[in-house]
T-cell receptor
Framework: AQTVTQSQPEMSVQEAETVTLSCTYD???????LFWYKQPPSRQMILVIR??????QNATENRFSVNFQKAAKSFSLKISDSQLGDAAMYFC???????????FGQGTTLQVKP | NAGVTQTPKFRILKIGQSMTLQCTQD?????MYWYRQDPGMGLKLIYY???????DKGEVPNGYNVSRSTTEDFPLRLELAAPSQTSVYFC??????????????FGPGTRLTVL
């Protein structure tokens, strides 16, 4: 069975600084996709960034980028130029390319200090 | 285009009662999912469906049942509610494009309390 682990329950960053959130996963599959979701206090789940496992190039979306290390099964999220609106809970997620099952890590609460 | 809708938004149940959480999507998505999120925790997959008539268990299926008679609807049934089922429940859907990291859309959630 696949598992997703986020080892940082809480992180904080100064506004305008850069922060990296960690995620590791375990799988024996070769076909899968990885995601980072943001959940603000409204509970809405917002897709931040996605990565196909077959792509070597790291995904980037504006201030958000990932460091995808396939051999190490690591998928960290880097937030540059942090803004107050980035404060939220962030979830790493794994989706099987075989079954379509999508599982989540435990989450990391990000605090942004002004 | 309403996306993924869930009803009710809030519900309080007594121990032993039953209820159905409704989920509907109007995007003609093949895949649908049910998750629960306990306070301060991540989302746990309860059940999912890859199309009408097909369902499969997720990580925490005990105490729940699902059905998928149409593409649009994916109700979650709680039989004999227990306090451990107090949680926020999210429904989600996606098209299911082969070889694609297609976007998964989430509903607003249902907050369920079992007393």
């Amino acid at each position: 069975a696949q598992t997703v682990t986020q080892s940082q329950p809480e992180m904080s960053v100064q506004e305008a600084e850069t922060v990296t959130l960690s995620c590791t996963y375990d799988t024996s599959e070769s076909d899968y996709y990885l995601f980072w979701y943001k959940q603000p206090p409204s509970r809405q789940m917002i897709l931040v960034i996605r990565q196909e496992a077959y792509k070597q190039q790291n995904a980037t979306e504006n201030r958000f980028s990932v460091n995808f290390q396939k051999a190490a099964k690591s998928f960290s999220l880097k937030i540059s130029d942090s803004q107050l609106g980035d404060a939220a809970m962030y979830f790493c997620a794994y989706r099987s390319g075989n079954t379509g099952k999508l599982i989540f890590g435990q989450g990391t609460t990000l605090q942004v200090k002004p | 285009n309403a996306g993924v809708t869930q009803t009710p938004k809030f519900r309080i149940l007594k121990i032993g009662q039953s209820m159905t959480l409704q989920c509907t999507q109007d995007m003609n998505h093949n895949y649908m999912y049910w998750y629960r999120q306990d306070p301060g925790m991540g989302l746990k997959l309860i059940y999912y469906s890859v199309g009408a008539g097909i369902t499969d268990k997720g990580e925490v299926p005990n105490g729940y049942n699902v059905s998928r008679s149409t593409t649009e609807d994916f109700p979650l049934r709680l039989e004999l509610a227990a306090p451990s089922q107090t949680s926020v429940y999210f429904c989600a859907s996606r098209k299911g494009l082969a070889g694609s990291a297609d976007t998964q859309y989430f509903g607003p959630g249902t907050r369920l309390t079992v007393l």
